[in-house]
């Protein structure tokens, strides 16, 4: 071979530049050789080997595929690099600058391979148990950060043919303007460790955030913003650095402890509010839940009233028993007795302020499902049947009449000439 290019440099010497044409035509195709073979032959041969794998159609197995490429454009590349020395009579300057956009052009698919390898260790890293708790996306962005920042030093460098030391060295008089650029970079990897460390937010999560008009799950942690998918399933993004100089609500304590709170009135109106007399409360003994409300009632009502009798108090100052007292120990027994109501936790029946629409009622308990539906439906069964047998009990819920059938609304002008009417009345008396 290299007796034929010996004989071949010989027979061109009148024409020195025909022969270097040729050697780097040479050089090109042998680029372009390699280039084929590593694609077509060792590239095709890995991608049937890691498709047979089980995770080879998935996206990790994409990912591998997709490193594994952009490493295949570093073998043309040193090709070429390496075999522009190869040509005669080249200028020195030629043959720097070739081989500089070469390795500058491996470095940067370095950087691209290796920024593909950061997202292969996340998808790895979702398959652990805990991943949700404690995302890694920004720590890996961040990382790609890093990846990218020393290859643009390198590609510079290697391009101006400069050591990248020098150029480091030169960074820290811009150290002010690298933090002026990478200051939303900096906060909200500083929120992320915050965010991290103190497990305030984790991918699944419920927030609630109403300044940025954000409620609903958490789907995203990156390095810069957190995605919520709201109820509506539009997404919101939000600023990481948010999530601590801001106030939000996260529900997941909610959904650890097991139980969801009802917390709803009733609104009683007052005119049906009064006592019960012993007819009633016989009546009202038909209920199992309570039989021993009554019987307790009885006996401590007994008991206040007959030491009323032997102090010589008139009937007037004796205790009965009410039907909204008896009505709210109902409610209370009807709870304790609800298969779908956390026995364990809080569970009161209470009486509100009384206001302009009555007495309010409220009912304050947890639900053994936190599901959203199967939450509304126990709660709507609830107060179903509140509703209904609120009757029994003789009370009334209040509610703001709307109909106007029944009352006679005089116009305008009956009302001004009723004023008239009064004005000449009060004018003839005097």
Known sequence: MMKWLE?????????????????????????FLVNWITKRILLRGLTRILRALPSGESEEGKVRLAIISRLANIVPALVLAYGAVAIPDVHDTLETIIRNVCIAFIVLTTA???GKLLDLVEIAYRRRPDAPN???KGYLQLGKIVVFTVATILIVATLINRNPLILLSGLGAMAAVLM?????????LVASLQL???DMVRIGDWIEMPS????????EIALHTVKVRNWDKTITTLPVRKLITDSFKNWRGMQETGGRRI?????IDQRSVRFLDEAEMQRLEDFVVLNNYLERKRRE???????????????????????LGTFRAYVEQYLRNNAHIRQDMTLLVRQLQPGATGIPLEVYCFTNDTRWAVYEGIQSDIFDHLLAILPIFDLRVFQQCSDTSGMVIPSPALLSQSALKAVEQSESSR
């Open 7 to 31: 004989q071949l440099q010989a027979s061109l010497a009148p024409y020195p530049w025909a022969y270097s044409a040729i050697v780097a035509g040479v050089l090109i195709l042998t680029a």
């Open 112 to 114: 691209l391979a290796l």
């Open 134 to 136: 404690k995302p890694i």
């Open 180 to 188: 002026l650029i990478f200051q939303d970079t900096i906060l909200s």
């Open 196 to 198: 991290g460390s103190n």
């Open 212 to 219: 940025q008009n954000a409620d609903g799950d958490v789907i």
């Open 263 to 267: 917390k709803r009135s009733l609104y």
């Open 301 to 323: 009502l007994a008991e206040w009233n007959r030491e009323l009798e032997q102090q010589g108090a008139k009937p007037i100052n004796e205790r009965r028993v009410t039907n």
